[in-house]
């Protein structure tokens, strides 16, 4: 009979060893909450605090502490820094600005233990009570706090209790709407950072002033891409109210973020995408190579300025062996080359036209008063030779020749002239 007793006895604590395995697995933290007085006035500070304890070390992601009520203010946010690693912890600082039954809702936290898929754990809503500041005992009005504006509030669409905003590194931004509901006294501004670096904010500052306090102003916030292996992690980024000196300063609100990690940087992918351009251009260069259309050098010839080219030609023009026969030719072409080389010279088209005509251009030539008589008695005696059969002296013919050589000469502007390599270097 004792056999069987103790038969059950063992049969009994296995049971209750087994439950106790399994439920402690189902269950592996608990939550509390804690606040200082469920009573004040309007104005007081009120401190609320949120405890994760559990038997195995925890990781607990808090988010924003959200109150659908423009009378509440969250003035702060502080984790409790715990030294025991089975603990978490959150503050949050809150301020009435009437009277009346308030409720702070339900808290959701997300639990990990030990590496195993989280659990979502909530806190019961507190009630909250704000009096008046005058009262039987006290009828005089107190003291009360200077006029403190409400600070700006921050829009964004919430997620599930206890679910993360997620964000991707490198990939698209979430965009967060900060907006006043009255004009600031003076000019405020907000700061909108991560103190960790894994989030950043597009603006980082923004200010409000009586000209734009009735704007909604949006903020850009992104993942910032590391190029190295972190895995799947979280951020946060935090509104902060500035005072006017920058030595104090207030957390309005903040937002936690899961962020994909992109691991480090593809550098094998980049060597495929390199080797795959170099491989195509390769290609490409073959195909040109065999079908005639890889573009070539080419050779572009400097040009001879106008003096040198008169020159070269006048001096083929002999005036020792002009005869009766052939005095005509040799006067239309001393008229020529002297025709050519202004036109090249000055670009005016003096080739098309009559010595009369050349006459009344000759101030844009710019020429002394005796360049001007040396030019126009050399193309009219060449005219009474072409058209008049006039017989020049034989003696004339070599001076008009030298003539010839000093109009080109006096006429001459100076050319900037380049060398074959200076050339082509310009092309």
Same mark, same amino acid.
């Given at each position: 009979? *004792?056999?069987?007793?103790?038969?059950?006895?063992? !049969?009994?604590?296995?049971?209750?060893?087994?439950?106790?395995?399994?439920?402690?697995?189902?269950?592996?933290?608990?939550?509390?909450?804690?606040?200082?007085?469920?009573?004040?006035?309007?104005?007081? +500070?009120?401190?609320?605090?949120?405890? $994760?304890?559990?038997?195995?070390? +925890?990781?607990?992601?808090?988010?924003?502490?959200?109150?659908?009520?423009?009378? $509440?203010?969250?003035?702060?946010?502080?984790?409790?820094?715990?030294? =025991?690693?089975?603990?978490?912890? #959150?503050?949050?600082?809150? *301020?009435?600005?009437?009277?009346?039954?308030?409720?702070?809702?339900?808290?959701?936290?997300?639990?990990?233990?030990?590496?195993?898929?989280?659990?979502?754990?909530?806190?019961?809503? /507190?009630?909250?009570?704000?009096?008046? $500041?005058?009262?039987?005992?006290?009828?005089?009005?107190?003291? #009360?706090?200077? %006029?403190?504006?409400?600070?700006?509030?921050?829009?964004?669409?919430?997620?599930?209790?206890?679910?993360?905003?997620?964000?991707?590194?490198?990939?698209?931004?979430?965009?967060?709407? /900060?907006? #006043?509901?009255?004009?600031?006294?003076?000019?405020?501004?907000?700061?909108?950072?991560?103190?960790?670096?894994?989030?950043?904010?597009?603006?980082?500052?923004?200010?409000?002033?009586?000209?734009?306090?009735?704007?909604?102003?949006?903020?850009?916030?992104?993942?910032?891409?590391?190029?190295?292996?972190?895995?799947?992690?979280?951020?946060?980024?935090?509104?902060?109210?500035?005072?006017?000196?920058?030595?104090?300063?207030?957390?309005?609100?903040?937002?936690?973020?899961?962020?994909?990690?992109?691991?480090?940087?593809?550098?094998?992918?980049?060597? !495929?995408?390199?080797?795959?351009?170099?491989?195509?251009?390769?290609?490409?260069?073959?195909?040109?190579?065999?079908?005639?259309?890889?573009?070539?050098?080419?050779? /572009?010839?400097?040009?001879?300025? %106008?003096?040198?080219?008169?020159?070269?030609?006048?001096?083929?023009?002999?005036?020792?062996?002009?005869?009766?026969?052939?005095?005509?030719?040799?006067?239309?072409?001393?008229?020529?080359?002297? !025709?050519?080389?202004?036109?090249?010279?000055?670009?005016?088209?003096?080739?098309?036209?009559?010595?009369?005509? +050349?006459?009344?251009?000759?101030?844009?030539?710019?020429?002394?008063?005796?360049?001007?008589? =040396?030019?126009?008695?050399?193309?009219?005696?060449?005219?009474?030779?072409?058209?008049?059969?006039?017989?020049?002296?034989?003696?004339?013919?070599?001076?008009?020749?030298?003539?010839?050589?000093?109009?080109? !000469?006096?006429?001459?502007?100076?050319?900037?002239?380049?060398?074959?390599?200076?050339?082509?270097?310009?092309?």
């Amino acid at each position: 009979m *004792r056999n069987v007793s103790d038969l059950l006895f063992v !049969r009994q604590l296995f049971f209750l060893l087994t439950f106790s395995v399994l439920f402690s697995g189902l269950y592996p933290a608990d939550i509390s909450t804690k606040i200082q007085s469920q009573i004040g006035t309007v104005g007081d +500070i009120f401190t609320y605090r949120i405890l $994760v304890e559990s038997d195995d070390t +925890i990781s607990a992601v808090f988010p924003q502490l959200t109150i659908d009520n423009e009378d $509440v203010e969250i003035v702060s946010r502080r984790e409790i820094i715990s030294l =025991s690693p089975f603990q978490a912890g #959150m503050e949050f600082q809150l *301020r009435f600005w009437n009277v009346g039954e308030f409720e702070i809702p339900p808290y959701t936290v997300l639990v990990s233990s030990d590496g195993e898929q989280g659990a979502k754990l909530t806190t019961e809503s /507190v009630e909250i009570t704000i009096t008046t $500041v005058i009262d039987d005992k006290s009828p005089v009005l107190r003291e #009360m706090i200077s %006029p403190v504006p409400l600070p700006p509030l921050i829009s964004k669409k919430e997620s599930n209790a206890g679910e993360y905003l997620l964000l991707k590194e490198g990939g698209e931004s979430d965009t967060i709407t /900060v907006y #006043m509901v009255n004009p600031p006294e003076k000019s405020i501004t907000v700061s909108i950072y991560d103190e960790n670096g894994q989030l950043e904010a597009e603006p980082d500052e923004l200010t409000f002033n009586s000209d734009n306090w009735g704007d909604s102003l949006s903020v850009y916030i992104s993942a910032i891409n590391e190029w190295k292996e972190e895995g799947d992690h979280s951020g946060r980024i935090s509104f902060v109210l500035l005072s006017e000196d920058d030595s104090d300063y207030r957390e309005i609100g903040m937002l936690e973020y899961r962020i994909k990690d992109r691991g480090p940087f593809p550098y094998w992918l980049a060597a !495929r995408i390199a080797a795959i351009i170099i491989l195509v251009g390769l290609l490409i260069w073959i195909w040109l190579k065999k079908t005639g259309r890889l573009p070539t050098r080419v050779h /572009v010839p400097i040009k001879t300025p %106008p003096l040198n080219i008169a020159l070269k030609k006048l001096e083929k023009l002999d005036a020792g062996d002009v005869t009766l026969e052939n005095v005509k030719t040799f006067y239309f072409e001393l008229s020529q080359i002297i !025709r050519e080389f202004l036109e090249h010279e000055y670009f005016i088209r003096v080739l098309e036209m009559t010595t009369e005509e +050349i006459r009344e251009v000759l101030p844009q030539f710019e020429g002394e008063k005796e360049w001007e008589e =040396s030019l126009m008695n050399l193309l009219e005696r060449a005219d009474k030779v072409k058209f008049a059969k006039d017989e020049p002296d034989p003696k004339l013919l070599s001076s008009d020749l030298e003539s010839g050589v000093e109009v080109v !000469r006096q006429a001459h502007r100076e050319w900037i002239i380049f060398s074959d390599e200076a050339a082509l270097d310009g092309v």
